[in-house]
T-cell receptor, first 112, second 107 residues
Framework: DGGITQSPKYLFRKEGQNVTLSCEQNLNHDAMYWYRQDPGQGLRLIYYSQIVNDFQKGDIAEGYSVSREKKESFPLTVTSAQKNPTAFYLC???????????FGQGTRLTVV | GIQVEQSPPDLILQEGANSTLRCNFSDSVNNLQWFHQNPWGQLINLFYIPSGTKQNGRLSATTVATERYSLLYISSSQTTDSGVYFCAATYGQNFVFGPGTRLSVLP
């Protein structure tokens, strides 16, 4: 089945630790995105990538880092510099920027 | 950057009623999508509709790009329609979500 897979579904970490969220797609899409959603709120863009080995900061990139070494993969690292990391994280992909985007099932990160 | 607004913020309906959700955007857009976020958080694609009208079963959507708005129509609503409906617009490299409309359909 083609789609976007995020793992894990739930993640717990201690404050001060870096954590990496996985996002894999087998849709042959060039563009990939990471969004953050806080309870009762909309989605805010963290980073996006138009093509392999290229990525751009979104509206709330501080405290996060990404890599795009392979077309299929766009992992997100939540660093200890992110002050409020507890949130729901959603990954998406599209053929290109401006085309229909599809989302994974999300990862709920809780930092204690 | 582009601003996306949605109205109403909350909507409560009796099962079987019809509803219209609105999305306004501040600039010309290349892409306009509607999503339904289910209780488990997953975003389900409803429509990819930069302009014109599309229908899918009980749902339909219309985007009037020149007037910078899009409408989502839900007819004969069911309890499974409950959740949050988001519109998202792309302008250049910006892919921006509205704040959402929370719909509750009562049995």
């Amino acid at each position: 089945d083609g789609g976007i897979t995020q793992s894990p579904k739930y993640l717990f970490r201690k404050e001060g630790q870096n954590v990496t969220l996985s996002c894999e797609q087998n849709l042959n899409h060039d563009a990939m995105y990471w969004y953050r959603q806080d309870p009762g709120q909309g989605l805010r863009l963290i980073y996006y990538s138009q093509i392999v080995n290229d990525f751009q900061k979104g509206d709330i990139a501080e405290g996060y880092s990404v890599s795009r070494e392979k077309k299929e993969s766009f992992p997100l690292t939540v660093t200890s510099a992110q002050k409020n990391p507890t949130a729901f994280y959603l990954c998406a992909s599209s053929i290109g920027i401006g085309f229909e985007a599809f989302f994974g099932q999300g990862t709920r990160l809780t930092v204690v | 950057g582009i601003q996306v607004e949605q109205s109403p913020p909350d909507l409560i309906l009796q099962e079987g009623a019809n509803s219209t959700l609105r999305c306004n955007f501040s600039d010309s857009v290349n892409n306009l999508q509607w999503f339904h976020q289910n209780p488990w958080g997953q975003l389900i694609n409803l429509f990819y509709i930069p302009s014109g009208t599309k229908q899918n079963g009980r749902l339909s959507a219309t985007t009037v790009a020149t007037e910078r708005y899009s409408l989502l129509y839900i007819s004969s609503s069911q309890t499974t329609d409950s959740g949050v409906y988001f519109c998202a617009a792309t302008y250049g490299q910006n892919f921006v979500f509205g704040p959402g409309t929370r719909l509750s359909v009562l049995p």
